[in-house]
């Protein structure tokens, strides 16, 4: 099993003076130093014997103040020497497709030859989708674009795409990644309805020698979970010949908070989300 922790700003005091709405004062403890103390955290990762740091990507509230999971995953590709790092998750709507390709690529140079475990979400904050101005209603359109999108760069000296939001003419990205070609060969994608695992299960592929399954952070129902596994199963051609959710969940550990920093989880035990095909 390999073992990581999502090390992310949670300003947890601050609820009651948003939810008052009472913006004409400050935070009891200021954002940057809540964020001091996350990045004291954070430090305590690899040496305590983990194999990877995590970081998720939210805007404008008190949830989770991390708006860009790769520039901080940067700081912490220089802090650290052993660990892998991963994003759980990037919103995929939210960027131009070129950009998240090329600041992966930099982010898998800065790494030295460890492994970004990336994970992709379509998000589910409206206030986030409004404030950022992309439209949530046409979330399923614009995450397979962009997901699309990345893996017809990913390994390509030169790309183009035509997507349904996106049409991206010959384009190289650069720098060139070193592990060129194999960055969106595992992507893990992230949900919390039976629809979206559906979706994801439909859209993906099986690689039958690096399958893995990425658990959600939140501490939902177990029921829950093993609903969507179940519709995985279920919907993803190859892995009802290869596991069940009985197989999945018996490796589930619920995630749990220390106020700062979430106790994640990768097992090598089922799928998520597609490896990377000519197909």
Not at 65 to 81: D, E, K
Not at 147 to 152: K, V, W
Not at 255 to 276: C, D, E, K, R, Y
Request: proline letters at 6%.
């Amino acid at each position: 099993m390999h073992c990581g922790v999502m090390v992310t700003g949670y300003n947890q005091g601050d609820w009651d003076r948003l939810m008052k709405g009472e913006y004409d004062r400050p935070p009891e403890v200021s954002d940057a130093q809540n964020m001091d103390n996350t990045l004291y955290m954070g430090e305590l990762v690899e040496p305590l014997g983990f194999d990877s740091i995590w970081a998720t990507e939210h805007y404008g509230s008190a949830y989770s103040m991390q708006p860009n999971p790769l520039q901080y995953l940067a700081y912490w590709a220089g802090r650290t020497s052993r660990i892998d790092v991963g994003t759980a998750v990037i919103v995929a709507l939210w960027w131009n497709p070129v950009r998240l390709a090329s600041e992966i690529s930099m982010l898998d140079i800065l790494l030295k030859g460890r492994r970004l475990h990336l994970g992709i979400g379509r998000g589910i904050a409206p206030h986030e989708y409004a404030s950022l101005g992309y439209p949530i209603e046409q979330s399923h359109k614009y995450f397979y674009d962009v997901i699309n999108a990345i893996r017809a760069a990913d390994g390509a000296e030169r790309f183009e795409f035509q997507g349904e939001v996106y049409n991206i003419p010959p384009t190289s990205i650069r720098p060139q990644a070193r592990h060129k070609g194999d960055l969106t060969k595992n992507i893990k994608v992230a949900f919390s309805t039976e629809t979206s695992a559906k979706m994801a299960a439909e859209n993906g592929r099986v690689n039958p020698v690096d399958r893995e399954l990425l658990i959600d952070v939140l501490p939902i129902d177990g029921r829950r979970v093993f609903s969507m596994i179940l519709t995985l199963c279920q919907h993803q051609e190859g892995l009802n010949a290869r596991c069940t959710p009985d197989d999945v969940v018996h490796g589930i550990r619920m995630p749990f908070l220390t106020g700062f920093v979430t106790i994640v989880f990768l097992f090598l035990h089922g799928t998520i989300f597609p490896s990377n095909t000519a197909e």
